[in-house]
């Protein structure tokens, strides 16, 4: 005779493989996905490329401000009653993309594009891992994260034969086929509301205790708003979006200028990628057994390291150093701010707030390769304060943990 535990066990690992496959789902909306399709756009368009980045930039910020309302729709509603619609969303806006013929049809398609892969798909599938585990909560959510990376080793392959073959908008069309094939089956069996609407327990039925248990708090938005919690993960967001998205953009100008061959700098983003993968599973179980914040100071570390790197000595260890310490901080932060906002948050209002700093985290990818427009020194002076002021707030806020206020 089955024990309870064995259902939520069950239920657990369907939901686990269901946020994997979930974020996998995104990549046609990633930065990954789309990168195949720039080129080949602008020539069939007749656009400069940087007029088709240019476009995707801005479809992005102004696609990703509508996360904070499909926040609040899954706090009303769930991830099992959004599941549909946010899969159908993303079908549609890659049957959008393949329509473009001038560059504001093509803005419009990056824009319904980011909105449903960014701020609706991948919302819903981490607050679907939100809702069922906390003492799992950093192992799972690192797994669901893989997607990212077997999505970035599955997609443009794929992509690339058929932009070859047909073209990119009868690949856009098979994406949109794809997902709908893949995702809608997935979505509709296992993706769920919280756990104990399905007669199950968090964390695979097995009880959380002592300090991994989760908190009891349920802040809204405007209460987050004044705790030291929310600008410190606002901190690690901006800095793992918009100082990753601007040293990975100056990564080839960077080592050239340290003396290493382009081919050695192209390189040296493989063994990035690699440890960000390494970083993306290890700092998961990290945060099971020490919390968020103290691993998000080892993020901060990290960073503080590689840009020191890049400042003083580019060329140390052949810039190993260097895109070892970024690869690393990249897939500590993004695991320590996705796990670690119900922590801090509690879960009832969760969506509304992730979807608030998804836009913060956006915005700051968008403005963190300005800083090069001063100097790389200025960049690198601003990077290394922000990240001063992001490790301020953490500590402070642990020392609010530790004597309990």
């Given amino acids: 005779m089955p024990t309870e535990r064995e259902p939520s066990a069950r239920h657990g690992i369907f939901v686990a493989i269901a946020a994997l496959i979930g974020v996998f789902a995104t990549t046609p909306g990633q930065t990954v996905g789309v990168s195949a399709f720039i080129d080949p756009i602008a020539s069939d368009l007749g656009l400069d490329r940087a007029h088709v980045l240019v476009l995707y930039s801005l479809g992005t910020f102004l696609g990703i401000l509508t996360a904070p309302f499909i926040g609040r729709l899954i706090d009303r509603f769930g991830p099992r009653r959004l599941i549909v619609p946010a899969v159908v969303a993303v079908a549609a806006a890659c049957g959008v993309m393949s329509l473009a013929h001038d560059a504001w049809s093509l803005g419009a398609g990056f824009l319904v594009l980011r909105a449903a892969a960014i701020a609706g798909l991948s919302l819903v599938t981490m607050q679907m891992v939100n809702l069922w585990f906390d003492r799992f909560r950093g192992r799972v959510t690192a ?30 069309l098979v994406l949109a086929a794809g997902l709908l094939a893949v995702m809608l089956p997935v979505g509709l069996a296992f993706y769920r509301n919280r756990p104990e609407e399905h007669g199950a327990d968090r964390d695979f039925g097995r009880a959380s205790a002592g300090a991994t248990a989760m908190p009891a708090i349920s802040l809204t938005l405007a209460e987050s708003l004044r705790t030291n919690a929310f600008w410190y993960f606002s901190g690690l967001t901006v800095l793992s979006n918009g100082v990753g998205t601007a040293l990975m953009l100056d990564h080839v100008r960077a080592m050239a200028e340290a003396g290493l061959t382009r081919d050695s700098a192209i390189g040296l983003l493989g063994a990035m990628t690699t440890t960000q993968a390494i970083a993306t599973l290890c700092s998961g179980t990290l945060i099971d057994r020490f919390g968020a914040r103290p691993v998000g100071l080892l993020g901060l570390c990290l960073l503080a390291f590689a840009v020191t790197c890049l400042w003083m000595s580019p060329a140390f260890a052949g810039g190993l150093a260097y895109a070892v310490a970024l690869g690393a901080m990249i897939g500590t932060l993004q695991i320590v701010y996705s796990a670690g906002l119900a922590e801090s948050f509690g879960l009832k209002y969760l969506g509304t707030i992730r979807g608030t700093l998804f836009v913060i985290g956006v915005s700051g990818a968008a403005a963190g390769p300005l800083a090069f427009l001063w100097s790389p020194a200025a960049a690198y002076s601003i990077f290394l304060g922000i990240t001063v002021a992001a490790a301020t707030l953490g500590l402070v806020g642990m020392q609010f943990r530790a004597r309990g206020t």
């Fill in 143 to 172: 797994l669901a994260m893989m997607g990212l990376a077997l999505g970035g080793l599955v997609i443009p392959p794929l992509i690339e034969l058929i932009i070859q073959g047909p073209g990119w908008r009868t690949a856009y």
